[in-house]
């Protein structure tokens, strides 16, 4: 029979009650054509709809140091998507889940990595090391 200590105990409904709040610390997407993806991530309530545009700006640690602002977008074909590093935060990336782009690290403010989206899709993207904080975010390609 194995036998647990206090400490041992503890420990481990800490990490359940850790692990119930974690979905509350982001948005929700349940209504969303991303599968999901959001739902645990930090700064997302809306997907800004940004198809008139031919460049658009995501910051890199903003709101909060481990969020893009805005989490979800929706842009048409052939746009650029600058992706602005603010300084917050530690050292921070930006990688397609499905293997589309990946950026260099970066931390120091004004850094950027920029990618031209040409094919209408989802594009589900996160920061390495900060995936499981709830980095994340969502490019949506569609025809206009």
Request: net charge negative; charged share 15%.
């Amino acid at each position: 029979m194995e036998s647990y200590s206090r400490r041992r105990t503890l420990a481990v409904a800490g990490s359940a009650v850790v692990a119930g709040l974690a979905g509350c610390a982001g948005g929700s997407d349940d209504n969303s054509p991303y599968d999901g993806w959001l739902a645990g991530a930090n700064n997302f309530e809306t997907v800004a709809e940004q198809t008139d545009t031919a460049t658009v700006t995501i910051n890199v640690g903003a709101p909060s140091p481990y969020a893009f602002d805005p989490a979800a977008v929706r842009i048409s074909p052939e746009t650029t998507v600058t992706w602005e590093w603010t300084g917050r935060g530690s050292s921070h990336n930006v990688v397609d889940n499905g293997g589309a782009f990946e950026s260099d690290y970066h931390l120091e403010a004004g850094s950027t990595f920029e990618y031209t989206f040409s094919e209408p899709g989802v594009y589900k993207y996160y920061c390495t090391p900060h995936q499981t904080q709830g980095m994340l975010g969502v490019i949506e390609v569609v025809e206009p």
